[in-house]
Nanobody, 128 residues
Framework: QVPLVESGGGLVQAGGSLRLSCAAS????????VGWFRQAPGKEREFLTA????????IYAGSVKGRFTIIRDSAENMVYLQMNTLNAEDTAVYYC?????????????????????WGQGTQVTVSS
């Protein structure tokens, strides 16, 4: 069973909104944290947001804080990324990830290396 599967990407106009979905297996969903990253062409993978499943605490990158929201639906083993006020710089492949590693601080969850499971990615294109 594939641990994580993203969906919901597509083409959206600048200023618009999009919600990405990430379906997780029950085992994956019991990880210490779930997060969203993205990678634009020619750029390094970028952390966007994470949710620490034990406490519900959320972490956001400055570039998306106030525009993006991570949402967890425990009953359905789903994690969502609600994206508002999109602009052309948000064009990228978006990935959800799960980490089984328990850290005291938030900072490790902003690093991709802290995550064990990754989805296949979903393309988001914002037209200006």
């Amino acid at each position: 069973q594939v641990p994580l599967v993203e969906s919901g990407g597509g083409l959206v106009q600048a200023g618009g909104s999009l919600r990405l979905s990430c379906a997780a297996s029950e085992r994956t969903f019991s990880s210490a944290a779930v997060g969203w990253f993205r990678q634009a062409p020619g750029k390094e993978r970028e952390f966007l947001t994470a949710l620490r499943t034990g406490t519900g605490r959320t972490i956001y990158a400055g570039s998306v804080k106030g525009r993006f929201t991570i949402i967890r639906d425990s009953a359905e083993n789903m994690v969502y990324l609600q994206m508002n006020t999109l602009n052309a710089e948000d064009t990228a492949v978006y990935y959800c990830a799960a980490s089984s590693n328990s850290y005291f601080s938030d900072q490790p969850y902003t690093r991709g290396a802290s995550y064990d499971y990754w989805g296949q990615g979903t393309q988001v294109t914002v037209s200006s």
